[in-house]
Nanobody
Framework: QVQLVESGGGLVQPGGSLRLSCTAS????????MGWYRQAPGKERELVAV???????NYADSVKGRFTISRDNGKKMVYLQMNSLKPEDTAVYYC??????????????WGKGTLVTVSS
């Protein structure tokens, strides 16, 4: 089994910052892409940012210049630094990882999410 656990969500005022973390554990042989998604109330889940094993990144237009994704391959962790937060960033943020297990099974795994609320 593979588990992803997010942390770092909370309540922040507009213009503030938060740093989300996600740790992967379990029967992991290797991890390919890792990413952050979010789902706001009444909306579909959307991609926020993704990072490859080599460090290449891609961002949603709505967060470019404000959010930064990074990863620590040795610790099996991915981070999302969120600056200049806006009320429209309010959502549950989910970590995702493309994992190859020791049983040679490849799949996408998800965390349970962490709530980010941007409000004054």
């Amino acid at each position: 089994q593979v588990q992803l656990v997010e942390s770092g969500g909370g309540l922040v005022q507009p213009g503030g910052s938060l740093r989300l973390s996600c740790t992967a554990s379990g029967s992991i042989f290797s991890i390919n892409d890792m990413g952050w998604y979010r789902q706001a109330p009444g909306k579909e889940r959307e991609l926020v940012a993704v990072i490859t094993t080599g460090g290449s990144t891609n961002y949603a237009d709505s967060v470019k210049g404000r959010f930064t994704i990074s990863r620590d391959n040795g610790k099996k962790m991915v981070y999302l630094q969120m600056n200049s937060l806006k009320p429209e960033d309010t959502a549950v943020y989910y970590c995702s990882a493309d994992v190859l297990t020791w049983r040679n099974i490849r799949g996408d795994y998800w965390g349970k999410g962490t709530l980010v609320t941007v409000s004054s």
